[in-house]
DNA sequence: TTGTATATATCGAAAGTCTATATATAACAT
DNA sequence: ATGTTATATATAGACTTTCGATATATACAA
């Protein structure tokens, strides 16, 4: 797992990147970030829920309640504001991350 | 420049990283690091001197001064400790780095 | 019935960055 | 002379974000 300061700034994009490939309850995105990054993202229920809670109130995303098994999901859906803001972190994550390699140097990224 | 919250847990990383060129005072680590970067990361003294003092206190880097044009320059130089600790955060960027690749796509990678 | 997995939620702690402010000297413009 | 900007370091308090701990509730297995 990686450390929680690098996590800084980039959950939001990697939740919103997540709900780009289609609707997701809580629990089901700590699942899918952990098995799809390979463990390396091991995000926390404390700082999921409160996230996605800010999401909703700005317009990122729509909630929808659903039944499974006698228990309530609560699926998020990316608006088209999502989608916006989407874009805007992936292209400033991009931006970090080529500033991050000028610095570090060595590391060669292609297509960038 | 990138979001504050983005540069978290990068910030100690570009600060080694600065000091393995050689011996630098705070105030020239802010200018070589917003150059280097072409203006991407701009470092806050409120941020750097708090953490400089506490890079030293760890043992990752020693000062000491000198004058220069009726100046006192405090410069800072890494430690034997301090280059390993450049190393650890170094190989633990590039595996956030990499893991934020898989979950973006799209971006390709040489070398990692 | 005890424990584990599923599912969501909130509070307070901790970490890290920023703004604002303070001090002090040098350089430069008016 | 005088004010403004640049150089140089420092600290306090605000703010953001993540996490651990805790709470609630149902399903299922041992």
Redesign the interface.
Known sequence: M?????????TI??VL?LLEQGDLYGYQMIES?QE???N??ELKAGTLYPLLHTLEQDGAVETYEQQAQGRTRKYYHLTAQGQKLLKQK?A?????????K???GG??????
Chains 1, 2 share one sequence.
Not at 2 to 10: F, H, P, T, W
Not at 92 to 100: G, L, P, R, S, T
């Open positions: 990686i450390e929680k300061s690098l996590m800084a700034g980039s994009l990697l990147k970030l799809q990054s390979n390396v993202f992936t400033e994550w991009q931006k970090y991350a080529h500033a991050m000028d610095m570090l590391m060669s990224y292609a297509g960038i």
